[in-house]
T-cell receptor, first 112, second 114 residues
């Protein structure tokens, strides 16, 4: 399974756009890129997933370059409630026996 | 409301005792998972099951056991063989048709072994 590398922590202010980049140099052809959000003492929550190019939903955008060796999670206009740990995961799909491998994640702190 | 329930939220046990953590889902999901999370760390996969009466070891299965007799239930037993059982335990479920790697997580059980 491909290993991911992401910053340990990031700081931001309310209203700013936050971009968290994840490196996954050994991503395989059938791997998907998935991001989760976790608040303290809660289970992670799925945010967004993509295979290539750009994916957008009501919460975030995911940018994936053509070589797929990295990805960037973009959170528009963050608020204090976006303070959480964000995990980047890379792996095959459920139908291919996919297991999720969580790294340390990026601890995002949003300040007023 | 559909979801995953884990009970209890906090659990205390004496060293050397086995303890069973409950995980129930009413989402009709095929697959269920158990993870362990230590402070400041990511989640690590203990066991997973993609179908009733079948399960596979994850990355840190030693000292744990599971059963999957019903689709909606996937209890985890932490045995006395687990060297450092104090941790936050999370159960999740998934099924074909969701996002390729989308799992739904329960609220977790924080186990403290005294």
């Amino acid at each position: 399974l491909a290993k991911t590398t992401q910053p340990i922590s990031m700081d931001s202010y309310e209203g700013q756009e936050v971009n968290i980049t994840c490196s996954h140099n050994n991503i395989a052809t059938n791997d998907y890129i998935t991001w989760y959000q976790q608040f303290p003492s809660q289970g992670p929550r799925f945010i967004i997933q993509g295979y290539k190019t750009k994916v957008t939903n009501e919460v975030a955008s995911l940018f994936i370059p053509a070589d797929r060796k990295s990805s960037t999670l973009s959170l528009p206009r963050v608020s204090l409630s976006d303070t959480a740990v964000y995990y980047c995961l890379v792996g095959p799909s459920y139908n291919q026996g996919g297991k999720l491998i969580f790294g340390q994640g990026t601890e995002l702190s949003v300040k007023p | 409301d559909g979801g995953i329930t884990q009970s209890p939220k906090y659990l205390f046990r004496k060293e050397g005792q086995n303890v069973t953590l409950s995980c129930e889902q009413n989402l009709n999901h095929d697959a269920m998972y158990w993870y362990r999370q230590d402070p400041g760390q990511g989640l690590r996969l203990i066991y997973y099951s993609q179908i009733v009466n079948d399960f596979q070891k994850g990355d840190i299965a030693e000292g744990y056991s599971v059963s999957r007799e019903k689709k909606e239930s996937f209890p985890l037993t932490v045995t006395s063989a687990q060297k450092n059982p104090t941790a936050f335990y999370l159960c999740a479920s998934s099924t074909p048709g969701l996002g390729q790697n989308e799992q739904f997580f329960g609220p977790g059980t924080r186990l403290t072994v005294l």
